[in-house]
């Protein structure tokens, strides 16, 4: 099992950033691949970005290449998210995710957290 809990949502305006949090505990291998997914309001989830916990090696969706940087502190158990540039098309609800298999791929993550809401006024 593991638990992830995420933060550092917030309401920020177009062209501001923030960085998300998501806190890992459990079993916490560091062969697991981890990513932050996100959902607008009446939209699908959407992939955002994956990172292996072992070795660092990063991918970002193309939406938000440039903007948006993954990244872990393997000390803390902890991923996160830095959101430069915000869009109000960044508006969503921003899930972290566990594939335990280490796969790198954009589905099939087995573990999520609750999610944290982030909103960009324009």
């Known amino acids: 099992q593991v638990q992830l809990v995420e933060s550092g949502g917030a309401l920020v305006q177009a062209g501001g950033s923030l960085r998300l949090s998501c806190a890992a505990s459990?079993?916490?291998?560091?062969?697991?691949?981890w990513a932050w997914f996100r959902q607008a309001p009446g939209k699908e989830r959407e992939f955002v970005a994956r990172?292996?916990?072992?070795?660092?090696?990063?991918f970002h969706a193309d939406s938000v290449k440039g903007r948006f940087t993954i990244s872990r502190d393997t000390a803390k158990n902890t991923l996160y998210l830095q959101m430069n540039s915000l869009k109000p098309e960044d508006t969503a609800d921003y899930y972290c995710?566990?594939?335990?298999?280490?796969?790198?791929?954009?589905?099939?993550?087995?573990?999520w957290g609750q999610g944290t809401q982030v909103t960009v006024s324009s």
């Open positions: 459990g079993r916490t291998f560091s062969t697991y691949t």
């Open positions: 990172i292996k916990w072992r070795g660092d090696t990063t």
């Open positions: 995710a566990v594939d335990v298999h280490g796969g790198w791929r954009t589905e099939g993550y087995d573990y």
